[in-house]
C-alpha cells in the first residue's frame, strides 16, 4: 500500500496505521480463498508458512511437475474438504482438456523444441472395479458392439498430432503435441458409471471413473518410452444432460446447509486440475473367446453353450502358449504380434520387421535396442520361452453314459476302444479360488455358480477342498468331476472324483 504523508506524523501513529494495514490484509486470506483467487502454490508461498517448508521431505523440493492438464468441466460443491474433488460429465459431450507446459526456466531442457507423447485413458477409480476391469470391458463391448468407451474429438481439438485409437483398448487414446505450443484435446466418454454397477433394489449409484493422462519423451531409440508426468482425477458419467441436473442437485442441497456445515465442503471451480500421481502400468489384455465346455448330459448341471458365453461371466483372460512368433510372418502380422504381446512402443521402429528379421536380432542386439528390461522381455518372447505352471490337473465330467460305460469296464463287457475326454487346468497361486475360477471357465459360467469344491474320500465321505489340499496334489493327478444341486440357491457343488 502507497502512502501519501501530507502532514509529520509522530511514531506512534505510523506504527499504528502499519500494524492495522497489516492484520487488515492477513484477515482478506481466508476470504480470498474461499474465492478461489490463489492457488495452493501462492499459498505455500506467503512468509507464514515458510517454517513448514523446512520440515517437508527433502524428495518433495526436487520434484517437477512439468505439465498441468486441465479439464474444462466444473467440480461438485458436495465434496468434503480433505476428499478427492468430483467431477460430473455428459455421456458423448465434448470436453476440452488443456495441456499447459508448467516447466521452469532450465527445466527438462531435452523436451524444448520436441514433442512429447500422451496417453488418456478412462478407468475405474475403484480398487475393487481395477482387478476386474478386462471383464468389466469384455461386458461393456459384448452390449456396445462397435462402440468406444473413450474418443478424441479430433475436428475440434487443437496442436495434436498423430491421434491414435488402438481398436483393442477401448478405453485409451494417444497423441503426440509440443508443449511451446498452445494445446488443447477434447474427449468424448460414452460410458455412463451405472453401466458398471450390480443391479440392486431401490436403484443404482453409479460408480467413479478416473481420467489419467500419462505424458511420455523420447528416448535414445527416438521411442516415447520415458515417463516424464502422469495426473488424474475423478469424475461420474451421466445420460445427457445428467451432469447439469446433478450439480444443479448439489448446488441446492449445499444451499440448505448451515454455514458452519458449508465450512466443511470444498467450493465448486469452473474447472478441474487433475492432480499428480503414478504412471498407469501398461497392461495389454488379449481377448480370447472361452474353452468349449464340457459336452454334457448329466442332468443336475446347466447345458454348456458353444462359443462366447454371457458378457457377465467372461472367464478371466489367457494369454495362449501357442503364440510364437513364426518366421513367415509378414510385417503386418509381425506388427500384430507386437501389439498382443505388449510390446506396442517399439511398433514404429519394428515397423517394416517380418517375422524373420526379428527372429535373427540377438539377445545383446534387442537389449540395446529396447533396453534390459524390454529387451530380456522380448528376446524371451520371441524364442516362446513358456513358464511351466505350478501344478497341472486333468479333469473329465462324470455323465450318465459315462458312468454306464465305467460300470462295463469294471464288470469287463466294455470295448477296449472306449476313453474319456480330459481337460487340462493349470494352475499358478495353488488356491481354491483360482481352482474354482478355472472349473467355471471350462463350464463357461460365472465362479459365483460354484458354492463349494469337495473331493471324495475314503467310503465315500466328502472333504471340502482347502488351499493346504491343493498345494498337496500331485501333479498331473486325474479326477472326474461330478456336479450337486444347491437346494438354497442356484449354485452347484463340485465333486472331485
Same mark, same amino acid.
Given at each position: 500500500?502507497?502512502?501519501?504523508?501530507?502532514?509529520?506524523?509522530?511514531?506512534?501513529?505510523?506504527?499504528?496505521?502499519?500494524?492495522?494495514?497489516?492484520?487488515?490484509?492477513?484477515?482478506?486470506?481466508?476470504?480470498?480463498?474461499?474465492?478461489?483467487?490463489?492457488?495452493?502454490?501462492?499459498?505455500?508461498?506467503?512468509?507464514?508458512?515458510?517454517?513448514?517448508?523446512?520440515?517437508?521431505?527433502?524428495?518433495?523440493?526436487? %520434484?517437477?511437475?512439468?505439465?498441468?492438464?486441465?479439464?474444462?468441466?466444473?467440480?461438485?460443491?458436495?465434496?468434503? &474438504?480433505?476428499?478427492?474433488?468430483?467431477?460430473?460429465?455428459?455421456?458423448? /459431450?465434448?470436453?476440452?482438456?488443456?495441456?499447459? @507446459?508448467?516447466?521452469?526456466?532450465?527445466?527438462?531442457?531435452?523436451?524444448?523444441? !520436441?514433442?512429447?507423447?500422451?496417453?488418456?485413458?478412462?478407468?475405474?477409480?475403484?480398487? $475393487?472395479?481395477?482387478?476386474?476391469?478386462?471383464? /468389466?470391458?469384455?461386458?461393456?463391448? =459384448?452390449?456396445?458392439?462397435?462402440?468406444?468407451?473413450?474418443?478424441? %474429438?479430433?475436428?475440434?481439438?487443437?496442436?495434436?498430432?498423430?491421434? $491414435?485409437?488402438?481398436?483393442?483398448?477401448?478405453?485409451?487414446?494417444?497423441?503426440?503435441?509440443?508443449?511451446?505450443?498452445?494445446?488443447?484435446?477434447?474427449?468424448?466418454?460414452?460410458?455412463?458409471? *451405472?453401466?458398471?454397477?450390480?443391479?440392486?433394489?431401490?436403484?443404482?449409484?453409479?460408480?467413479?471413473?478416473?481420467? /489419467?493422462?500419462?505424458?511420455? !519423451?523420447?528416448?535414445?531409440?527416438?521411442?516415447? *518410452?520415458?515417463?516424464?508426468?502422469?495426473?488424474?482425477?475423478?469424475?461420474?458419467?451421466?445420460?445427457?444432460?445428467?451432469?447439469?441436473?446433478?450439480?444443479?442437485?448439489?448446488?441446492? !442441497?449445499?444451499?440448505?446447509?448451515?454455514? +458452519?456445515?458449508?465450512?466443511?465442503?470444498?467450493?465448486?471451480?469452473?474447472?478441474?486440475?487433475?492432480?499428480?500421481?503414478?504412471?498407469?502400468?501398461?497392461?495389454?489384455?488379449?481377448?480370447?473367446?472361452?474353452?468349449?465346455?464340457?459336452?454334457?448330459?448329466?442332468?443336475?448341471?446347466?447345458?454348456?453353450?458353444?462359443?462366447?458365453?454371457?458378457?457377465?461371466?467372461? #472367464?478371466? #483372460?489367457?494369454?495362449?502358449?501357442?503364440?510364437?512368433? &513364426?518366421?513367415?510372418?509378414?510385417?503386418?502380422?509381425?506388427?500384430? =504380434?507386437?501389439? $498382443?504381446?505388449?510390446?506396442?512402443?517399439?511398433?514404429?521402429?519394428?515397423?517394416?520387421?517380418?517375422? *524373420? @528379421?526379428?527372429?535373427?536380432?540377438?539377445?545383446? %542386439?534387442?537389449?540395446?535396442?529396447?533396453?534390459?528390461?524390454?529387451?530380456?522381455?522380448?528376446?524371451?518372447?520371441?524364442?516362446? $520361452?513358456?513358464?511351466?505352471?505350478?501344478?497341472?490337473?486333468?479333469?473329465?465330467?462324470?455323465?450318465?453314459?459315462?458312468?454306464?460305460?465305467? +460300470?462295463?469296464?469294471?464288470?469287463?463287457?466294455?470295448?477296449?476302444?472306449?476313453?474319456?475326454?480330459?481337460?487340462?487346468?493349470?494352475?499358478?497361486?495353488? *488356491?481354491?479360488?483360482?481352482?474354482?475360477? !478355472?472349473?467355471?471357465?471350462?463350464?463357461?459360467?460365472?465362479?459365483? /455358480?460354484?458354492?463349494?469344491?469337495?473331493?471324495?474320500?475314503?467310503?465315500?465321505?466328502?472333504?471340502?477342498?482347502?488351499?493346504?489340499?491343493?498345494?498337496?496334489?500331485? %501333479?498331473?493327478?486325474?479326477?472326474?468331476? @461330478?456336479?450337486?444341486?444347491?437346494?438354497?440357491?442356484?449354485?452347484?457343488?463340485?465333486?472331485?472324483?
Amino acid at each position: 500500500m502507497a502512502w501519501a504523508l501530507k502532514l509529520p506524523l509522530t511514531d506512534e501513529v505510523i506504527e499504528s496505521g502499519l500494524v492495522q494495514d497489516f492484520d487488515a490484509s492477513l484477515s482478506g486470506i481466508g476470504q480470498e480463498l474461499g474465492a478461489g483467487a490463489y492457488s495452493m502454490s501462492d499459498v505455500l508461498a506467503l512468509p507464514i508458512f515458510k517454517q513448514e517448508e523446512s520440515n517437508l521431505p527433502p524428495d518433495s523440493e526436487n %520434484d517437477i511437475l512439468p505439465f498441468q492438464y486441465v479439464l474444462c468441466a466444473a467440480t461438485s460443491p458436495a465434496v468434503k &474438504l480433505h476428499d478427492e474433488t468430483l467431477t460430473y460429465l455428459n455421456q458423448g /459431450q465434448s470436453y476440452e482438456i488443456r495441456m499447459l @507446459d508448467n516447466r521452469k526456466l532450465g527445466e527438462l531442457p531435452e523436451i524444448t523444441g !520436441k514433442m512429447v507423447k500422451s496417453i488418456i485413458r478412462v478407468v475405474f477409480h475403484d480398487r $475393487r472395479l481395477q482387478y476386474t476391469e478386462h471383464q /468389466q470391458l469384455e461386458g461393456w463391448r =459384448w452390449n456396445r458392439p462397435g462402440d468406444r468407451i473413450l474418443d478424441l %474429438d479430433i475436428p475440434m481439438s487443437v496442436g495434436i498430432v498423430d491421434p $491414435r485409437a488402438n481398436p483393442t483398448q477401448l478405453n485409451t487414446v494417444e497423441f503426440l503435441w509440443d508443449p511451446s505450443k498452445r494445446t488443447s484435446v477434447f474427449i468424448q466418454v460414452h460410458c455412463i458409471s *451405472t453401466e458398471f454397477t450390480m443391479r440392486k433394489h431401490g436403484g443404482e449409484k453409479g460408480v467413479p471413473f478416473r481420467i /489419467q493422462i500419462d505424458t511420455f !519423451k523420447e528416448n535414445e531409440s527416438v521411442e516415447y *518410452t520415458e515417463h516424464v508426468h502422469s495426473a488424474s482425477c475423478q469424475f461420474k458419467v451421466f445420460k445427457p444432460k445428467g451432469a447439469d441436473r446433478k450439480q444443479k442437485t448439489d448446488r441446492e !442441497k449445499m444451499e440448505k446447509r448451515t454455514p +458452519q456445515e458449508k465450512e466443511k465442503y470444498q467450493p465448486s471451480y469452473e474447472t478441474t486440475i487433475l492432480t499428480e500421481c503414478s504412471p498407469w502400468p501398461e497392461v495389454t489384455y488379449v481377448s480370447n473367446s472361452p474353452s468349449p465346455g464340457f459336452n454334457s448330459s448329466h442332468n443336475s448341471f446347466p447345458p454348456v453353450a458353444e462359443g462366447n458365453g454371457s458378457p457377465t461371466h467372461q #472367464p478371466e #483372460p489367457v494369454v495362449p502358449v501357442s503364440d510364437n512368433l &513364426l518366421p513367415t510372418a509378414t510385417p503386418q502380422e509381425a506388427q500384430q =504380434w507386437l501389439h $498382443r504381446n505388449r510390446f506396442s512402443p517399439f511398433c514404429r521402429l519394428f515397423t517394416n520387421f517380418s517375422g *524373420t @528379421d526379428l527372429l535373427k536380432l540377438t539377445r545383446e %542386439d534387442v537389449i540395446q535396442i529396447c533396453g534390459p528390461a524390454d529387451g530380456i522381455r522380448l528376446f524371451n518372447a520371441l524364442k516362446g $520361452r513358456v513358464v511351466r505352471p505350478r501344478l497341472t490337473i486333468y479333469v473329465c465330467q462324470e455323465s450318465q453314459q459315462g458312468r454306464e460305460q465305467l +460300470q462295463k469296464h469294471e464288470n469287463g463287457d466294455a470295448a477296449t476302444n472306449t476313453f474319456f475326454i480330459y481337460h487340462a487346468i493349470y494352475l499358478e497361486e495353488l *488356491t481354491s479360488a483360482e481352482l474354482t475360477e !478355472k472349473i467355471a471357465q471350462l463350464f463357461n459360467i460365472s465362479p459365483r /455358480q460354484i458354492n463349494q469344491i469337495f473331493k471324495q474320500g475314503p467310503t465315500g465321505i466328502h472333504v471340502l477342498v482347502s488351499d493346504e489340499m491343493i498345494q498337496n496334489f500331485q %501333479d498331473e493327478v486325474c479326477f472326474v468331476l @461330478d456336479t450337486m444341486k444347491d437346494d438354497t440357491n442356484d449354485g452347484y457343488h463340485i465333486i472331485f472324483k
